[in-house]
């Protein structure tokens, strides 16, 4: 069941990640469109990307800092990822509703601009088709004349001169044709994709992809915020008082007297097991070695410290 646990919590570490690769790469395109110097455009796009994955991390420090009610800095961390989801998401619409207003704007010139020159230039060219056939025809005609009047060389140069010039424009005519319907074609098989979508409606789905990457890996982040280790530390804390307490209940009367206060309150702040050194308590009480040694093994005959083969730690 952990392991499953955790498996799943890598998985949205890995969509969080993603998202926010997105994201840094919307700002950073953005970043660098507004400036023209390349070694600027790169510095502060990069500074970008930066402050575009700190506004995650920030949801989960401000949860943090509340949770030990810091709130003036939780407030202002939660007013700078407010401000950083802000412009990330300002980049992250941008980039898409550019890219769709573009794709209107070419289908609109190809349909709108493209289509009727094409019927246009189809039709003259059918025309022209129509008109070197009648002409064909009126050479084939004159050329019979010729033959019936005897002047058959005569029939053969006019056809061999005029049917190879009509040949070649009508070929010229017909391959502009046949270009300007498989372009039509093309045009009707492959529309622009956000052709047939509102633009009221792309508006609110680009809108709504915005703020999606931008909420997603923030929530998921919070959620997976580690609460279970600051739930434990008040309950370790008071353990150790209740400690501290049952000790200072059984220890002999006499030991307020002997031992200073200082070194009480040292013991008290050390965590169960450490190690309290020599010079630590000399330093604290401002004596000699010998005496601060004196008065730790005092303090280990009440209980307060345990001799140990490393010498004294806290009991």
């Not at 950073?28 to 070694?39: C, F, H, Y």
């Not at 700078?80 to 609109?108: F, K, N, P």
Request: proline share 3%; glycine share 4%.
């Amino acid at each position: 069941m952990h392991h499953l646990q955790l498996r799943q919590r890598w998985a949205l570490l890995a969509m969080v990640a993603a998202l926010a690769g997105v994201t840094a790469t919307s700002v950073a395109l953005a970043i660098a469109e507004l400036i023209d110097n390349t070694l600027l455009a790169v510095l502060f796009a990069s500074a970008a990307v930066v402050l575009d994955l700190f506004k995650y991390i920030a949801w989960p420090l401000a949860l943090g800092l509340l949770a030990i009610r810091r709130t003036i800095s939780a407030l202002l961390m939660m007013a700078c990822a407010l401000a950083l989801g802000g412009v990330s998401g300002w980049a992250s619409y941008d980039r898409l509703m550019s890219s769709i207003i573009t794709s209107r704007a070419e289908h609109q010139a190809r349909f709108g601009l493209r289509q009727p020159d094409l019927l246009e230039l189809r039709e003259a060219e059918a025309t022209r088709i129509q008109q070197l056939d009648a002409e064909a025809i009126a050479v084939n005609h004159q050329a019979n004349s010729l033959r019936e009047r005897g002047m058959v060389t005569r029939a053969l140069e006019l056809e061999s001169a005029a049917l190879a010039r009509l040949d070649t424009q009508r070929s010229a005519a017909q391959a502009r044709r046949d270009k300007a319907m498989q372009e039509l074609t093309a045009m009707r098989s492959h529309p622009a994709k956000a052709a047939g979508l509102p633009l009221q409606l792309a508006t609110l789905l680009c809108l709504g992809f915005a703020i999606a990457l931008e909420v997603v890996p923030a929530l998921i982040l919070a959620a997976l915020r580690p609460t279970q280790a600051q739930e434990r530390a008040p309950v370790a804390v008071t353990a150790k008082q209740e400690r501290q307490q049952e000790q200072a209940e059984t220890k002999p009367e006499t030991a307020d007297d002997d031992i200073p206060a200082e070194l009480m309150q040292l013991i008290a702040n050390t965590e169960r097991g450490t190690k309290v050194a020599v010079r630590q308590v000399a330093k604290v009480l401002r004596i000699g070695s010998d005496k601060a040694t004196k008065l730790m093994q005092k303090a280990a005959e009440t209980g307060l410290l345990s001799k140990t083969a490393a010498g004294y730690v806290a009991a």
